[in-house]
T-cell receptor, first 111, second 115 residues
Framework: DQQVKQNSPSLSVQEGRISILNCDYT??????FLWYKKYPAEGPTFLIS?????DKNEDGRFTVFLNKSAKHLSLHIVPSQPGDSAVYFC??????????FGTGTSLTVIP | EAQVTQNPRYLITVTGKKLTVTCSQN?????MSWYRQDPGLGLRQIYY???????DKGDVPEGYKVSRKEKRNFPLILESPSPNQTSLYFC??????????????FGSGTRLTVV
């Protein structure tokens, strides 16, 4: 049973516009959330995180929003750049050490 | 350069032939973990280790073994590989069990095919 879901397998956005990647989870005990970016033939790289005590965390062009009541997480990239084209995974965990990953969303930023 | 190194990058093997995928990190990280990535299933955790001689099962441990005799190494062992273990495998490490601020550092992946 997939506890973390990314329902959009792919997304295309024009350069300079906003990219919004979504993630839904089912376990109300999840308290830490992460986003990773993955280029082909490379391992995922950590992008940004958020704790359940917050509803927003910002790092440069990347902002993560957490809506606990809706069990929904989103990553906003503004402005989008061609180098942002990659697969994005969200991950979540309850208190402890096992992370659950989503299936990934492939973002293409069109120049 | 700080990194997680996996070997081999690619491996084709036959059913039942024992194999080991090595993972080594040079960052003195306490926490290490193995994941497999499959289409439509994302990354699923196989095993993790909080420190030397401390390992625990993740989400999909069946058919795998691990060991953590030294802090830097965390090999993944498939005693009797089967075709359903054909996958892309990632090793990851983190400074401590709570990766909230650091995230994980991932290796480049090992693509395993079992025929």
């Amino acid at each position: 049973d997939q506890q973390v879901k990314q329902n959009s397998p792919s997304l295309s956005v024009q350069e300079g516009r906003i990219s919004i990647l979504n993630c839904d989870y089912t376990n109300s005990m999840f308290d830490y959330f992460l986003w990773y970016k993955k280029y082909p033939a490379e391992g995922p790289t950590f992008l940004i995180s958020i704790s359940s005590i917050k509803d927003k965390n910002e790092d440069g062009r990347f902002t993560v929003f957490l809506n606990k009541s809706a069990k929904h997480l989103s990553l906003h990239i503004v402005p989008s750049q061609p180098g942002d084209s990659a697969v994005y995974f969200c991950a979540a965990r309850p208190t402890g050490n096992q992370f659950y990953f989503g299936t990934g969303t492939s973002l293409t930023v069109i120049p | 350069e700080a990194q997680v190194t996996q070997n081999p990058r690619y491996l084709i093997t036959v059913t039942g032939k024992k194999l080991t995928v090595t993972c080594s990190q040079n960052m003195n990280h306490e926490y290490m973990s193995w994941y497999r990535q499959d289409p439509g299933l994302g990354l699923r955790q196989i095993y993790y280790s909080m420190n030397v001689e401390v390992t625990d099962k993740g989400d999909v441990p069946e058919g795998y073994k691990v060991s953590r005799k030294e802090k830097r190494n965390f090999p993944l062992i498939l005693e009797s590989p089967s075709p359903n273990q054909t996958s892309l495998y990632f090793c990851a490490s983190s400074p401590h069990p709570d990766p909230l601020h650091y995230g994980y550092t991932f290796g480049s992946g090992t693509r395993l095919t079992v025929v």
